[in-house]
């Protein structure tokens, strides 16, 4: 009796609960430590009905069942663990309870930590493992093994895995563990694994570190493999993209400069080929851009089968391509050139019923180490003008009497650095004007050479001469600089500026990035900027100028197709280029005035312009009957000699701040805010 009695002290001072029924289930005696889980006196407990109490209070012996005790009072649900064991006796049952709330919260804590990291993981397309060395044994995570092509928990060994890994990358994949282990360094390496269900190849980027014992012991290692195999070929996309024509799939014009660069660095020798085809905006013309362009892939493809492996054919733009042959004589290259040219003459275009045959007229130039690739490509040029001058349709290989032209046109780009070093350029501005109010609107920046040397090339001389080099692009970048310098200097927000982008610079791709940060830096309003394509080079590298183009407008700058209808199959074009106004080609406009169908032309780009809303401005504007056939017509901007010629800018500048002052001295009153003009250049 009297150890009855100390054990059921004991029983009341312990932090878990006990109780004891009867077998069925009423109760007899219980601690209060079991009365405290039962949210119940004792004396109110005693004589109840536990599976009344406790819900899911197992009926009969068993371990560690998870129990939810009841709670009325809005407080947190408790979790408890039942153990039930029947007495000697065999009449009653003793209950053992236990508060596990708490170690239940940290599991399902856990449990979610581990689902929330393994859905990371495989989100991340990534995955760990951890080797134990001693035991060579490797824990795989689960998004890990998923990685590999296997289910979740599965067996595998470390050898297991380099059973997947190709065999040309295993010792790869050795060199960097074994260099890890040896040093105690992090490693990383990247490696080609085929999954074990299906063999498709994948590539991973592992990365970890060695964890070393007391004793500076190798003991375990932990990695991370992540499979970069979408961005692995996206990458190579984007390189691929960018080295790549993207209406023929041949090599760009990059490209090539790129291998010959190569070739001369490599101190290799060989022949270049340039071939243009003759008459090809004809096609453009009279068939269509479309036409045009599914000429333009089918010949690629036509040119390329004539051609050896190691011999490469890339399209340098517009209707221009270029060879680089490697190893190649000159006689053979002539006879490779000819064999283009009757794979050109062989191809038929057909369209509305009716076929035409196109010719190539090519340059050839031969190229060693000691020169350089802009000389090679220049001399290559310079041949391919002389078969065009000498009739089309013929092949002519450089010869050094052409010396002087090659020595006029060098000359020029070293005039042209120079100008760019020394400030030898000057910007003219010619005035786009309301022909309803005479009121200028804005003004279009013209390129010229002041470098006080003669004679004095104009910009029909030195721009095709800096577009075949990369010299262009600084050219580009200067005039939009100091554009936005004077408009920085000319606060008024009615002065505009329109500034011509050469189709060379619509590949770099940086300078929608400059002209961001000019403008940012500057604090210039972007619509006081507007950049101006040609047609012709907006067609020939649409990608380039859609780009170009997006980015540019989304801050406010204007974009205006220049030279627009001068092939009139860009109309399909319009709707790919985010554009906000077009330039009438001036062959529209020069007899407008005369009766000519120009008129019904004009209209139909009006009815374009308005219904896509664009603004419209004319060029070649000289005469004061264009400007009454152009006004009848709904043209409300436009330029030339006539309403304006170009002049110098600090002139022009001059003369308007000098025009705004005598305003403002003959004003009594502060005016009004300037109207805005009704069309945007």
Not at 11 to 35: E, H
Not at 463 to 471: G, V
Not at 620 to 637: F, K
Request: with cysteine.
């Amino acid at each position: 009796m009297t150890d009855q009695v100390g054990a059921e002290a004991v029983l009341r001072t312990v932090d878990f609960g006990v109780a004891v029924t009867d077998l069925g289930g009423r109760l007899r005696w219980l601690n209060p430590a079991f009365a405290k889980l039962l949210r119940i006196p004792e004396e109110q407990a005693v004589g109840r009905s536990l599976p009344a109490l406790l819900p899911g209070v197992p009926d009969g012996p068993s371990k560690g069942e998870p129990v939810l005790a009841p709670n009325s009072t809005g407080e947190p649900p408790t979790w408890l663990e039942i153990t039930c064991t029947a007495l000697e006796s065999g009449h009653e049952l003793l209950y053992r309870a236990a508060d596990i709330t708490q170690w239940r919260d940290r599991e399902l804590q856990a449990v979610h930590q581990a689902q929330a990291l393994h859905r990371a993981q495989v989100l991340g397309q990534m995955g760990n493992w951890e080797w134990f060395v001693n035991d060579d044994r490797v824990l795989w995570s689960e998004a890990l093994l998923e990685m590999l092509g296997y289910e979740p928990g599965a067996a595998l060994t470390y050898a297991g895995y380099l059973a997947l890994v190709p065999p040309e990358d295993r010792p790869l994949v050795d060199r960097a563990i074994q260099q890890s282990l040896d040093t105690g360094e992090k490693f990383s390496y990247t490696h080609r694994i085929c999954r074990a269900d299906n063999g498709d190849q994948r590539i991973f980027e592992c990365f970890g570190e060695v964890i070393c014992d007391a004793a500076g012991a190798p003991e375990r290692m932990l990695g991370t493999a992540r499979d970069v195999t979408q961005s692995r070929q996206l990458h190579s996309e984007l390189l691929r993209m960018a080295d790549e024509d993207p209406l023929t799939g041949l090599p760009n014009r990059r490209a090539l400069t790129r291998e010959l660069e190569r070739q001369l660095a490599s101190g290799a020798d060989g022949t270049l080929l340039l071939l243009d085809l003759d008459n090809f905006k004809d096609v453009n013309d009279l068939r269509g851009h479309a036409v045009g362009d599914r000429v333009m892939r089918t010949l690629g493809a036509a040119l390329r089968e004539k051609l050896r492996p190691g011999q490469l054919l890339g399209r340098l733009g517009g209707d221009e391509f270029a060879v680089v042959l490697p190893g190649i004589a000159t006689e053979e290259a002539v006879e490779i050139a000819e064999r283009l040219g009757a794979a050109v003459a062989a191809l038929s275009v057909v369209a509305g019923g009716a076929a035409t045959r196109m010719t190539a007229s090519t340059g050839v130039a031969r190229f060693d180490r000691a020169g350089g690739w802009e000389a090679v490509l220049a001399n290559a040029d310079l041949a391919l003008y002389a078969s065009k001058g000498n009739g089309r349709n013929r092949v002519t290989v450089y010869d050094p009497a052409h010396y002087a032209d090659t020595a006029k046109r060098v000359s020029v780009l070293d005039r042209l650095r120079r100008a760019l070093e020394r400030g030898g350029f000057a910007l003219h501005a010619m005035p786009m004007v309301n022909l309803r109010t005479s009121r200028t609107v804005g003004y279009e920046l013209l390129l010229r050479l002041e470098d006080g040397h003669s004679p004095t090339p104009g910009p029909a001389e030195f721009l095709p001469a800096a577009e075949r080099s990369n010299l262009v692009h600084d050219i580009d970048r200067w005039v939009l600089g100091e554009a936005i310098d004077q408009l920085v200097q000319n606060p008024d927000p009615m002065l505009r500026f329109n500034v011509n982008v050469s189709g060379r610079t619509l590949e770099d791709e940086d300078f929608a990035a400059f002209v961001l940060d000019r403008l940012a830096s500057a604090g210039v309003a972007p619509g006081r900027l507007g950049l101006e394509i040609t047609e012709t080079a907006a067609v020939t590298n649409l990608d380039a100028a859609r780009h170009l183009a997006e980015q540019l407008r989304a801050i406010g700058c204007r974009i205006t197709l220049d030279d627009f209808g001068s092939g009139f199959g860009s109309f399909v074009h319009l709707k790919h280029l985010p554009i906000t106004g077009l330039k009438i080609d001036g062959e529209f406009v020069r007899g407008i005035d005369t009766g000519s169908r120009d008129g019904v032309l004009v209209t139909g780009i009006m009815e374009i312009a308005r219904g896509l809303g664009l603004s419209a401005v004319a060029e070649w504007v000289e005469r004061p009957t264009q400007v009454e056939a152009l006004t009848r017509l709904g043209v409300r901007v436009a330029q030339g000699f006539h309403l304006g010629r170009p002049r110098p800018l600090p002139v022009v500048l001059a003369e308007r701040k000098e025009q705004q002052n005598g305003i403002r001295r003959a004003l009594p009153m502060p005016s009004e805010t300037p109207e805005q003009p009704a069309v945007q250049p």
